[in-house]
């Protein structure tokens, strides 16, 4: 009877320490996902950066197989100069993205994972291939830094952080979030309203072509919490095109050209990793040679500015966020240095330097 005993009794410390070592978070989907414990072998579908800054670089260890073309293709030198530092980068399988349709169902469920990290976008994308993953037994968490929301952010960074068993870390991050975009608000409220009207351009197509502008997310959402006057709300979306004519209308104080170091793309404007300063500003000058931009107010009192597009949807976007409130609130943060902050983020959370050009003036005595 004692053996009896002491057999249940052993059975039930067990399970519930099985209880206790179970990891329960609530996505940004709402969904509830439960891990039997801290994930071990990862399949990263985005939101690349963020995962080494949340779970530690090492981490990459973890990782049997990611989308690699939203990461290699997009950010070519960003992908290079973590190649160099995570030399494992280079061998790990590619599943295709959503973006452009190749993501593979059966080659995420070959992987084995205990985990699938998706952006809410992607899952989206997915649809029934999502539910296709989940039948085969792997957990699916959605993160989202894409709407550019401190809630969405630091949400996503405590649910990367408690299913890869890093919350100390991913605390310090949400908290350095946080309190970034806290100060920002603060100076702001200080400031007083901004009457300027701002438009971002994905500058990716060259002068010939107009890019897309963004309305209710990434940086259209991020110029409205700064109280910027963002030209496209109300006029698309997520994100697409502006007509010419309508941009030439509403007569922006700033413009930010977007750009980044995408491949086979002579004219974009040429920002982000090892990027050079003089041909940024020669990309940046072809622009301002469209029909009627010479009369523009950014264009005539020095309010054209080239922004790291690889920069938005991040844990570092306050830096950027930073730099946009500059040149609405120039007396406000006369004292913060948006280029040196990102360095220091680099620094403090990744294993590469932020080597290169990720905020810039068109005009060289420029903020």
């Keep these: ?69 939203t990461w290699k293709d997009w950010r070519p030198s960003q992908f290079a100069a973590y190649e160099k530092a995570l030399p494992k980068l280079a061998s790990i399988p590619d599943v295709g993205n959503t973006e452009d349709g190749t993501f593979s169902v059966e080659k995420v469920i070959a992987a084995k994972p205990d985990l699938l990290i998706l952006a809410a976008w992607s899952y989206d ?80 197509k060259g002068p010939m072509e107009v890019g897309n502008s963004y309305g209710d997310s990434m940086w259209g959402a991020l110029v409205d919490k700064l109280g910027g006057i963002n030209i496209a709300k109300g006029q698309i979306g997520n994100w697409g095109p502006l007509s010419p004519e309508y941009v030439l209308s509403q007569k922006p104080d700033l ?37 009627g931009w010479s009369d523009l107010p950014a264009v005539r009192n020095g309010g054209v500015h080239a922004i790291y597009h690889g920069g938005a949807r991040t844990l570092s976007d306050y830096v950027y966020a930073q730099y946009i409130s500059k040149q609405l609130y120039p007396d406000a943060f006369k004292d913060v240095d948006p280029a040196e902050n990102i360095r220091r983020y680099y620094e403090t959370w990744l294993p590469i330097k932020a080597d290169g050009v990720f905020v810039l003036p068109y005009e060289a005595s420029g903020k």
């Design 1 to 69: 009877m004692k053996k009896l005993f002491l057999g249940a009794a052993a059975a039930l410390v067990a399970l519930a320490g099985q209880a206790l070592a179970e990891i329960k978070v609530t996505d940004v989907k709402g969904r509830e996902v439960t891990l039997p414990k801290p994930a071990e072998r990862v399949v990263l579908g985005f939101y690349y950066e963020d995962y080494l800054a949340v779970a530690g670089p090492d981490a990459i260890d973890k990782v049997v197989a990611l989308s690699l073309s």
């Design 125 to 204: 994308a997915l649809g029934d291939g999502a539910r296709q993953i989940e039948a085969a037994g792997i957990p699916i968490v959605t993160l989202d830094y894409n709407a550019q929301t401190v809630e969405n952010h630091v949400l996503s960074t405590e649910v990367l952080g408690k299913v890869m068993g890093t919350e100390d870390r991913a605390h310090k991050l949400a908290e350095n979030y946080r309190a970034a975009m806290q100060d920002i608000d603060t100076r702001i409220n200080k400031a007083g309203v901004s009457n300027k009207k701002v438009y971002i351009e994905l500058a990716q």
């Design 255 to 291: 413009i930010f050209l977007a750009g980044s170091e995408w491949l086979n793309k002579p004219q974009a404007v040429s920002v982000g990793f090892a990027a050079d300063p003089a041909l940024a500003r020669e990309r940046m000058g072809a622009y301002l040679t469209r029909p």
